[in-house]
């Protein structure tokens, strides 16, 4: 068995800051550097209360990769919410049912009693559920570039893995019990002989025509038991020719694991070594497989994913509750607000707009969407690191607070101590850890005062900060609260701007740029893979709920 691992669970640090924010790159920033520490103190003197005055443009991030198909998709979805077929797609009514949350999966409302019943078979709902497999397999693939397989493996100490040490471990016994009979009964040795033979032929590739020929003639099973009970089967000899095989295929990351068995000469851990690294060449295979076909399944997974969609869709009484549930949130927060204008394209990136920013901090007491339940996990990762950057860029803002002018002149100093409060955060409970970053903050400061000859901070200065430092545990904190807010606004540009203007980074967060990015990079590619997908359902609820309001 194989599980999938996604590496996805963070950003990476060391891209270039010039570059564009695509759906292909995670995104950086560029702009003019000398901007920044104008720009840096005039957002500490506004976030903290000091002087007023509106701060200068910041950072900006270029996103014109992602935005001519941003603009093409949404007139597609535009022209596409009045269309016939969606109006016959606005007819299906919803249960009222709420059933528990499922982990994975899409939700299977209940369906109301009013209803006229549906019946469907067996066979449907098998069908629907192998399409949803390989519908959120081609989707893992296509936005997660470091997918990959790997081996699962039961956690120590459980049940599972006691029962399968137990069946492997008898396994082995009872071959080593039949091999030092006299003669040697090699019954179980030909069951183990035939499964590494087929693992051997699972390894080879289609064009390996003249190697799969050449294991089938020499690991001929009925050949081989008619040498065992002439009593002329030299098992070392197969051995070798198993690792020799090995060692031309498999991936160089095995090269040491195929020494060590060379070097192997009793029977049971030899072969129970061969059984174990043919196993990883199966995963390496498929990963080779995977890397290979990924660009294909990049290029047709919108389609695909439409598909079998659709698909599931016609095997449900109403497959989107909880999506338009979501949308509809929104819209009536819109014409709450009186911001609900008479364009509906206008309308409908609003409501998606503010629905998609709504998944980034989402309140775990909702059924989430159908329609983004597969990159749950992905966005509640997002939810992490815009936290974490949040808190980063109020302890960085009040530590300008304190220290004053002295803190904008030293971009390199600010950097370092960003990196050190990230690897801080990353220990565990913000209010514990707080402490040790308000300590860390004193030390560091203190210390890039006395290298640039500068007066150090007074008790009273430095205590005040590591009172303001300890309240940013506080989710209602005044500036983590406006940090939050501007993290979120550029997040909500990026999404919606389309135009290839860039973007600018929020003021007083430079020094976060790179990790802002990053997160504006991965927030793009997701929202702009969904929207692709499912842009036409979401015009299509949006459109009719907006009619009957």
């Known amino acids: 068995m194989v599980r999938n691992v996604n590496s996805d669970k963070r950003a990476p640090h060391g891209m270039d800051r010039r570059k564009e924010v ?123 570039r470091d997918f990959k397989l790997e081996k699962l493996e039961p956690p120590e100490n459980s049940l599972q893995k006691q029962i399968k040490d137990t069946v492997h471990r008898a396994f082995w016994d009872v071959l080593a ?9 090699y019954t179980q040795a030909m069951v183990l002989l035939e499964d590494i033979k087929n693992m051997m032929l699972s390894v080879l590739l289609p064009h390996h025509t003249k190697i799969r020929d050449e294991v089938s003639e020499v690991l001929d099973i009925d050949l081989v038991r008619q040498q065992a009970e002439a009593e002329v089967l030299d098992f070392q000899h197969y051995a070798q020719y198993i690792i020799s095989f090995m060692a031309k295929l498999c991936a160089p990351v095995r090269d040491e694991r195929i020494r060590e068995l060379t070097q192997t000469s009793e029977i049971i851990p030899l072969f129970k070594g061969i059984l174990e690294t043919l196993d990883l060449m199966k995963l390496d295979m498929a990963n080779f497989a995977i890397e290979q076909i990924r660009p294909h399944i990049m290029a047709q997974s919108v389609d695909y994913e439409k598909k079998k969609f659709a698909e599931f869709l016609k095997s449900q009484e109403d497959g989107l509750e909880y999506t338009k549930r979501w949308l509809g949130r929104h819209l009536r927060a819109l014409e709450e607000k009186g911001e609900k204008g008479p364009n509906i394209r206008a309308v409908i990136n609003q409501v998606l707009t503010k629905a998609y920013l709504e998944l980034v901090e989402w309140n775990e007491e909702e059924l989430y969407p159908e329609t983004v339940l597969m990159d749950q996990s992905r966005f509640s990762d997002l939810n992490v690191r815009v936290q974490r950057a949040t808190v980063v860029g109020t302890v960085l803002l009040v530590t300008a607070g304190a220290v004053g002018s002295p803190f904008q002149g030293m971009p390199s100093f600010k950097n370092h101590l960003k990196d050190h409060i990230m690897l801080l955060i990353d220990d565990g409970d913000l209010e514990k850890i707080l402490p040790n970053i308000a300590d860390q903050v004193k030390k560091e400061v203190s210390d890039a005062l006395k290298q640039n000859g500068i007066k150090q901070l007074s008790s009273e200065v430095e205590s005040l900060m590591t009172g303001q430092i300890l309240e940013v545990s506080n989710p209602d904190h005044r500036i983590r609260q406006l940090v939050k807010s501007r993290v979120l606004e550029f997040l909500g540009q990026v999404i919606s701007s389309q135009t290839a203007a860039p973007v600018q980074i929020p003021p007083g967060l430079s020094s976060l740029q790179e990790e802002i990015s990053s997160i504006a990079g991965t927030f793009l590619r997701l929202v702009s893979h969904n929207r692709s997908v499912f842009g036409e359902y979401y015009a299509t609820i949006i459109t009719d709920l907006s009619e009957k309001s």
């Open 177 to 185: 019990v039949q091999l030092a009979e006299n003669p040697p009964n």
């Open 22 to 144: 695509t759906a292909e790159a995670e995104g950086a920033v560029g702009g003019k550097e000398e901007e920044a520490a104008v720009a840096e103190e005039a957002a500490s003197r506004e976030l903290l209360g000091g002087e007023s005055g509106r701060p200068e443009a910041s950072l900006p991030v270029d996103v014109s990769g992602a935005k001519e198909g941003a603009r093409q998709r949404y007139e597609s979805e535009g022209s596409s919410s009045g269309s016939d077929e969606d109006k016959g797609k606005r007819q299906r009514t919803g249960g009222s049912g709420s059933p528990p949350r499922p982990q994975r999966g899409f939700v299977l409302p209940s369906v109301m009693a009013a209803s006229p019943p549906k019946f469907v078979s067996l066979e449907e709902i098998m069908q629907a559920a192998n399409g949803v497999t390989n519908m959120a397999l081609a989707h893992e693939i296509a936005v997660n």
